[in-house]
């Protein structure tokens, strides 16, 4: 009998990757091409959506497939999991992109953002859509679109461009483009745009008023797990069952499918969520709401969410910028030259602080140098702000939500640092857990494709596929973390205010 | 017996020459000084380049001597790196075989343990990471002998400890069994550590192709030999798999 696999498309900030999936939920085979990163002016940050479909296309897919000698007719399912709130608009019938994508990452709606939160309150957005304004979402940014690009609206009106986060866009492609492309985005995606109802999963008439979006260029929302259509051109035949924002994906990778259970997710930044069941918790410390996953017909399973800005972009910034190491890895070395921080700390926020302070006007700072210090210090104090920025986003899940956290589930590239691991048990004064993938974006989509397309029964099938791979105790002696924490604190204070606009 | 290989020659040449200077040189400096076309000088300076044995500087295009001659003999390859590109296949081969994978580079006559993923049944299990393993009783450290990894003559000098009746203890008994892993690509360590437990691994492979070190799994004897007492030919397979994959990320193209 021919083997067959699941595959799952994650188009990240920094590159597109394609893997496939085996039975077991084991990895196969990996296609992956990184992509250019254009920051046009300070605070912008933008893709270009022709180049990532072009790599997903001639490079990222085929090298997942010739990796492993497999056929697209193998191909089961397709999932697709994507980097939430960048913004694609796009002609429907050249396909041509209007511009760049503007990213998630990216600032230049702060000046309206500021105006939006004062003029009409968070409570007005809170209400509808679980959110309250950042430069984060979606519809800020195709309200700046609309301001700056002549005609635009008018064209959005006529239903003559359609917008997107990036798996409508893929989904748009990979199922004909211009030739009758399926335009769709699935409830998580939906859920950081600012224009669905949290509730009713639905576009909100109330918030497209509000941003002045024309209903005629806005994708379906779909579950997040059932079979969309098939693909065409580059795996003909093959159906797309599943797209997830990223961490949703990573949620549902690491099969957190009871209330109370909880992820953490760390790359560039890093995300902490956790699972509240069906009911819409609403936070009072400053966590997001947001869609987990809605599986097929049945009732969404919502999630709080604690985005942290900067995490292993703080490892970049002292590799590339810095020049203290020469690959992201090499951080554990030199922080393992030394025995403590030597009483420096590091507060990255580099444009501002996400969860669960939402300070725009935070700047980075490093505090307590001392002739004292060395690099060995100074990487300590990088990996450390990972750790206590962590802490603080665990403490807010635990004052809103009545089950306190009893372990936590981490994955993402920076669980290789052992150093790093250890820290984080110390600090949250919890186990701390990594799966046998550690590619837990990439599962989730596949779980999901999966499940839909009936490659996998149920969820109970899926959660048997998880398995430790590591697990990291707390040795920490408990008046250190405090007095640890203490510090970390104290520095948060000093980043706070330093910008002023 | 051929002569000298020319672009060696130039590429030592080239090396002497940024040894010699007290700042960084310029492709045309380089090509003039040794009497070169650019063209052939930037190729032999590319080459070094991806070896690290030069470097050249962003803003000025300038060359000068790398960070890895300075380390030349020790290890080159930093082992929180070798883990961070290993980690997804080492996943993948606890996944596979069901047993509980290690990764080993040398250290001071030892096999260091850089990264350790669980036997993938989720009962209590203990990270390894940072523990030392005797080169002469596992097949990590049998693999890093028989590459070249670590020198094998302190070994050769006197008999090694003795763990259990099927350990290699005398230099001998040592060389035969090192040579048998040279010829098969793998290496396997039953009962001679510990009696009833075996383990089996393989040659991690950097740049052009020098063992960096090594990764294996290691379990119960019944669970990783047949009947006979002989590494399940399956669990070597997936072993050596795994190791090509991460030799293959680590740029050793032809493995």
């Known amino acids: 009998m021919v083997e067959r696999y699941v595959m799952s498309i994650d188009q990240g900030t920094m590159s597109t990757r394609c893997i496939l999936f085996d039975h077991q939920g084991r990895l196969v085979s990996v296609g992956q091409r990184e992509h250019e990163q254009y920051f046009a002016r300070p605070g912008w940050a933008e893709h270009d959506p022709a180049e990532i479909w072009s790599h997903l296309r001639r490079v990222v897919v085929p090298r997942a497939l010739d990796g492993a000698g497999i056929r697209p007719e193998q191909i089961t399912a397709i999932g697709i999991a994507n980097q939430r709130e960048t913004t694609v608009v796009w002609d429907r019938r050249t396909g041509v992109p209007v511009g760049h994508a503007i990213t998630w990452q990216d600032t230049r709606t702060s000046g309206y953002v500021e105006e939006l939160r004062r003029t009409t309150g968070d409570d007005f957005f809170l209400e509808r859509c679980g959110l309250s304004p950042t430069t984060y979402f979606s519809a800020p940014r195709l309200r700046w679109l609309f301001d700056h690009v002549e005609g635009l609206r008018e064209r959005a009106e006529r239903g003559d461009v359609l917008f997107g986060t990036m798996e409508s866009w893929l989904i748009w492609n990979l199922t004909g483009g211009p030739g009758g492309g399926l335009h769709l985005t699935d409830a998580t995606n939906a859920s950081r745009t600012m224009l669905m109802n949290i509730r009713s999963l639905t576009w909100d008439d109330e918030l497209l008023a509000y941003f002045d979006v024309p209903r005629a260029m806005l994708p379906e929302i779909r579950s997040s797990a059932e079979c969309y259509g098939m693909a065409s051109a580059l795996l003909p035949n093959v159906p797309i069952c599943a797209a997830l924002g990223d961490q949703q994906a990573a949620l549902f990778g690491q099969t957190c499918f009871a209330t109370g259970e909880a992820k953490c997710t760390y790359g560039t930044g890093s995300f902490l969520l956790v699972n509240t069941g069906t009911e819409l918790v609403r936070s009072r410390h400053g966590l997001l709401t947001t869609v987990g996953y809605k599986v097929g017909d049945e009732p969404p399973v919502y999630a709080l969410e604690g985005p942290i800005a900067v995490t292993g972009s703080l490892v970049q910034w002292f590799r590339d910028r810095l020049g203290m190491i020469h690959s992201a890895p090499e951080i554990e070395t030199l922080a393992r030259g030394v025995e403590d921080n030597g009483g420096c700390y590091i507060v990255p926020a580099f444009s501002g602080l996400f969860a669960p302070h939402w300070r725009s006007d935070a700047r980075g700072v490093i505090v307590g140098l001392t002739s004292y210090i060395t690099r060995g210090h100074l990487a300590r104090a990088v990996l450390e702000a990972t750790g206590w920025q962590t802490r603080e986003v665990v403490d807010a899940m635990n004052a809103d939500s009545p089950r306190p956290l009893r372990q936590l589930k981490v994955d993402g590239g920076m669980t290789s640092n052992n150093l790093l691991m250890q820290f984080l048990a110390d600090v949250l004064d919890m186990p701390v857990v990594r799966p046998m993938v550690s590619e837990t974006v990439s599962l989730g989509a596949a779980y999901a494709a999966g499940l839909a397309s009936g490659y996998w029964p149920d969820l109970e099938g899926l959660r048997r596929n998880w398995h430790r791979a590591a697990q990291w105790m707390p040795t920490m002696d408990p008046a250190r973390r405090e007095t640890e924490y203490e510090n970390w604190r104290r520095a948060v204070e000093r980043s706070l205010g330093w910008a002023r606009s | ?81 070798l883990r961070s590109r290993s980690i997804n296949w080492a996943d993948a081969l606890a996944a596979r075989s069901g047993e509980a994978v290690r990764l080993g580079v040398p250290l001071e006559g030892k096999v260091l343990i850089v990264h350790h993923v669980f036997r993938p049944d989720d009962t209590f299990q203990t990270l390894d990471v940072g523990s030392l393993l005797p080169l002469h009783a596992s097949a990590l450290g049998k693999v890093l002998l028989a590459y070249g990894a670590t020198p094998l ?103």
């Open chain 2, 1 to 81: 017996m051929a002569g000298p290989v020319q672009s060696i020659e130039r590429a030592a040449a080239i090396l002497r020459l940024l040894a010699r200077g007290s700042g960084r040189l310029s492709l045309g400096e380089v090509a003039t000084s040794l009497g070169l076309a650019k063209g052939t000088a930037h190729g032999i300076l590319r080459t070094l380049q991806s070896v690290d044995f030069v470097e050249q500087d962003r803003a000025t295009g300038k060359y000068q001597l790398g960070a890895a001659l300075l380390h030349l003999g020790t290890s080159y390859l930093d082992i929180n790196e």
């Open chain 2, 153 to 255: 003559e302190p070994l050769m000098e006197t008999e090694q400890e003795s763990y259990t009746r099927h350990t290699l203890v005398s230099p001998q008994q040592l060389n035969r069994a090192l040579g048998e892993v040279r010829e098969a690509g793998w290496a396997a360590a039953i009962q001679e550590m510990m009696m009833g437990e075996a383990d089996i691994a393989a040659p991690i492979r950097g740049q052009g192709g020098l063992v960096v070190g090594a990764v294996g799994i290691s379990g119960a004897m019944d669970r990783l030999c047949d009947s006979k007492g002989r590494p399940q030919a399956s669990l070597v397979g997936l072993t050596r798999d795994a190791a090509r994959a991460i030799s293959r990320d680590l740029g050793a193209a032809r493995w």
